[in-house]
């Protein structure tokens, strides 16, 4: 059974208070029991199983099913017999190990799939599209790819030292990536991002924390998409975050080619 949390949470000193997102009750727990929870509440993602959960953290497992059935009663968590969500990555101009720093994280082994864009079908749930933020044809291509597969879509990209996160494209009649791109300049002053942090392997343990988090969000049934119609530009080599909104631009092109398809 894989557990996904559910309700919220709130640390009084050594405490843990959970609140029913319904009803908005709350119990406390104390001690040894609280302890065990604050280490395992952060895997309840929706995508672990409980029995994974408990070899991950040497918890019996037994024991782990008797706690998340109580939380699940009091519906702080939700247990289910799969994950939903199918999650595809795909770049063109990266090596495929970035991506699989990804993949191969804990909380998404199960749900992501690493596939060049022409094998991205109708099935697939998210797009997660990384490149360097010049690559325009790439993401062109994928924006197609998601009008065409009525698809959601993650921007992930490169622009030295920037790592430009977001938005969630939507094929709703929101903005596209086509408005995003009118309204941004490229800068192009820095150095390669080889140069910079030393080959691709540093660059992996950058990106993949700030693409796993937001994943994560969009996985979750009640989780808030904070990057919804939002770019957040982080200085990789400062870890300063700005957040631009990106705004639907009158006469669209491609925004008018998605609405003359429906």
Known sequence: MYVELIGDILCKGEDLIFIDPFERKAFQIFGEDAKVLKRVVPLFTGTLTVSRIAQILDLDVQMLYEVTRLLESHKIVTLKEKVNSKIVLTTQSLPDSVLEAIQLQEELVDVCQIKSPHQISETDDLIVAIDFDSN?????????????HKTPWFKVSLQEPHLLL???????????????????????????????????????KLIYPFV??????????????????????????????DTYRVLRIPNCPSCQEQEASV
């Open 136 to 148: 325009y044809d790439f993401f062109h291509g994928i924006q197609k790819k998601s009008f065409h």
């Open 166 to 204: 977001g938005p969630f494209f939507f094929p709703d009649g929101g903005p596209c990536y086509t408005c995003s791109r009118t309204r941004i300049q490229t800068n192009t002053k820095f150095n390669s991002a080889s140069e910079m942090f030393g080959g691709y392997g540093q660059i992996e």
């Open 212 to 241: 796993v988090r937001e994943l994560l969000k969009f996985i979750k049934t009640n989780a808030r998409i904070t990057l919804f119609e939002r770019e957040a530009v982080i200085n990789l080599s400062q870890y300063e975050v």
